[in-house]
């Protein structure tokens, strides 16, 4: 069974960092592009990060840029998400997700991702 399962999120006061992992059971990681993409409540979801299969490309959304590493460790059929500097703005349930993508691209579009995790919440609050 294909399964992508997030973990790492919690509670983090402002300015403080969480390490989130979307770790892969029944396939490998290695050939597809992993997207990270968050909810907050009332919103819509968004894409906030994206690494190409082979590592070498990387986006982000604006508001994480500089703040946010996307990084993957192929052997350990793991990626990562690090984020440094957590706003409260950042509050939302966090996804990671796998397109079959060419390699060395990326996306931004949910369409392009056809497995997708279960989700795991952040929320940034004094």
């Known amino acids: 069974q294909l399964q992508l399962v997030e973990s790492g999120g919690g509670l983090v006061q402002p300015g403080g960092s969480l390490r989130l992992s979307c770790v892969a059971s029944?396939?490998?990681?290695?050939?597809?592009?992993i997207g990270w993409f968050r909810q907050a409540p009332g919103k819509e979801r968004e894409g906030v990060s994206c690494?190409?299969?082979?590592?070498?490309?990387?986006t982000y959304l604006d508001s994480v840029k500089g703040r946010f590493t996307n990084a993957r460790d192929n052997a350990k059929n793991t990626v990562y998400l690090q984020m440094n500097s957590l706003k409260p703005d950042d509050t939302a349930v966090y996804y990671c997700?796998?397109?079959?993508?060419?390699?060395?691209?990326?996306?931004?579009?949910?369409?392009?991702?056809?497995?997708w995790g279960q989700g795991t919440q952040v929320t940034v609050s004094l």
């Open positions: 997700a796998a397109a079959p993508l060419p390699r060395g691209t990326c996306s931004n579009w949910e369409d392009d991702y056809g497995s």
């Open positions: 029944g396939f490998t990681l290695g050939n597809l592009a």
């Open positions: 690494i190409s299969s082979s590592g070498s490309s990387t």
